[in-house]
């Protein structure tokens, strides 16, 4: 089946921990993309990449950190200089089509990060 | 910055009638898209429309755009009770990325 997989599900931190979170998908997409979301929120990107080894912030970027080094894998790591880490984390992959615009997303189910 | 908003927040109806949401945004677009989030869960997208289209159906969705009022509204007709979710529109504009409003939460009574 394609898809996006994101792990792990849950995950507990430690004030002070980094984590890495997963984020793997066989659709042969160009574009990936990390957003976060609070209780009752809408989301908020992250990073993005667009091609292997380059990546973009978005608009909260500060306190984590990604990489692109394969088309299929862009994990996401929350530093510990990230303030308020808990969250729920979305990944999520598109085409890029025609001039740059962006089609549909395909979002994987989540992460949910929870600081101690 | 959060480009859509939506409205309302949050929207009770009875199984069988009707369900429409609003978006506003504040930029010029090239496309705007309907995504659906049941609790806990990944998104999933609905519909696109191109900022040349005026409407869009699919199924029981029917989708309408006003770029000259930055506006654009989902409709459901015939909701169900499975149509609980949150729904949330998304702008796109030139560049590779989604802006996300904060959403309407829709609950469907049986």
């Known amino acids: 089946d394609g898809g996006i997989t994101q792990s792990p599900k849950y995950l507990f931190r430690k004030e002070g921990q980094n984590v890495t979170l997963s984020c793997e998908q066989n659709?042969?997409?160009?574009?990936m993309y990390w957003y976060r979301q609070d209780p009752g929120q809408g989301l908020r990107l992250i990073y993005y990449?667009?091609?292997?080894?380059?990546?973009q912030k978005g608009d909260i970027a500060e306190g984590y950190s990604v990489s692109r080094e394969k088309k299929e894998s862009f994990p996401l790591t929350v530093t510990s200089a990230q303030k308020n880490p808990t969250a729920f984390y979305l990944c999520a992959s598109s085409i890029l089509r025609g001039m740059g615009s962006t089609g549909e997303l395909f979002f994987g189910e989540g992460s949910r990060l929870t600081v101690l | 910055s959060q480009q859509g908003e939506e409205d309302p927040q949050a929207l009770s109806i009875q199984e069988g009638e009707n369900a429409t949401m609003n978006c506003s945004y504040k930029t010029s677009i090239n496309n705007l898209q309907w995504y659906r989030q049941n609790s806990g869960r990944g998104l999933v997208h609905l519909i696109l429309i191109r900022s040349n289209e005026r409407e869009k159906h699919s199924g029981r969705l029917r989708v309408t755009l006003d770029t000259s009022k930055k506006s654009s509204s989902l409709l459901i007709t015939a909701s169900r009770a499975a149509d609980t979710a949150s729904y949330f529109c998304?702008?796109?504009?030139?560049?590779?990325?989604?802006?996300f409003g904060e959403g309407t939460q829709l609950t469907v009574n049986p």
């Open positions: 990449s667009q091609i292997v080894n380059d990546f």
């Open positions: 659709l042969n997409h160009d574009a």
């Open positions: 998304a702008t796109g504009a030139s560049g590779s990325r989604l802006t």
